[in-house]
T-cell receptor
Framework: NAGVTQTPKFQVLKTGQSMTLQCAQD?????MYWYRQDPGMGLRLIYY???????DKGEVPNGYNVSRLNKREFSLRLESAAPSQTSVYFC????????????FGPGTRLTVL | GNSVTQMEGPVTLSEEAFLTINCTYT??????LFWYVQYPGEGLQLLLK?????DKGSNKGFEATYRKETTSFHLEKGSVQVSDSAVYFC??????????FGPGTRLSVLP
């Protein structure tokens, strides 16, 4: 039982390049989330998916797109990376019912030059 | 809307000292409350949780009690260790609404 996995662990991009961050969970959770973590800013929700086939914007969606490929996988795409997107990105999942905790992946550390 | 306020720190303690990290919340209805811990270079891990008023969550010597009358969920540990050095996040969840995380409190424990 791997929990929530993320790839890659580290990535360096140049401004304007694109990339996709991958996330998968093996806990049969219905909901999945993408957060970014910046120094002094805590965790900010980028996008979430309450169930397979649905996605919704969070607090800071600009510059990102997501795909809920199936129940297990939820990817985050940066179409044209900017230095302001330098951050640590975390994927999370849970059974969303107001009671259940979110389970987090190990994170992707992204630097945009 | 829902919100979580916690002391931002950093908090620096000597080994075996008593720890309190304050957390208060604003929410409608009856949210569930959580404490997460983040060790350097890792993702967030659930430390403990409470789903209704007066519940006490506990794990690894840490405790927190859900106090609806004071809208608080303070984290305590009687004797901290160097290995407890980490960032601690208070969070709440309300049905049909997204998780809300506090800003995190960095704890450093000195030997």
């Amino acid at each position: 039982n791997a929990g929530v996995t993320q790839t890659p662990k580290f990535q360096v991009l140049k401004t304007g390049q694109s990339m996709t961050l991958q996330c998968a969970q093996d806990m049969n959770h219905n909901s999945m989330y993408w957060y970014r973590q910046d120094p002094g800013m805590g965790l900010r929700l980028i996008y979430y998916s309450a169930s397979e086939g649905t996605t919704d914007k969070g607090e800071v969606p600009n510059g990102y797109n997501v795909s809920r490929l199936n129940k297990r996988e939820f990817s985050l795409r940066l179409e044209s990376a900017a230095p302001s997107q330098t951050s640590v990105y975390f994927c999370a999942s849970n059974y969303e019912d107001g009671y259940n905790e979110q389970f987090f992946g190990p994170g992707t550390r992204l630097t945009v030059l | 809307g829902n919100s979580v306020t916690q002391m931002e720190g950093p908090v620096t303690l000597s080994e075996e000292a008593f720890l309190t990290i304050n957390c208060t919340y604003t929410a409608t209805g009856y949210p569930s409350l959580f404490w997460y811990v983040q060790y350097p270079g890792e993702g967030l891990q659930l430390l403990l949780k409470a789903t209704k008023a007066d519940d006490k969550g506990s794990n690894k010597g840490f405790e927190a009690t859900y106090r609806k009358e004071t809208t608080s969920f303070h984290l305590e540990k009687g004797s901290v260790q160097v290995s407890d050095s980490a960032v601690y996040f208070c969070a709440l969840s309300n049905y049909g609404q997204n998780f809300v995380f506090g800003p995190g409190t960095r704890l450093s424990v000195l030997p």
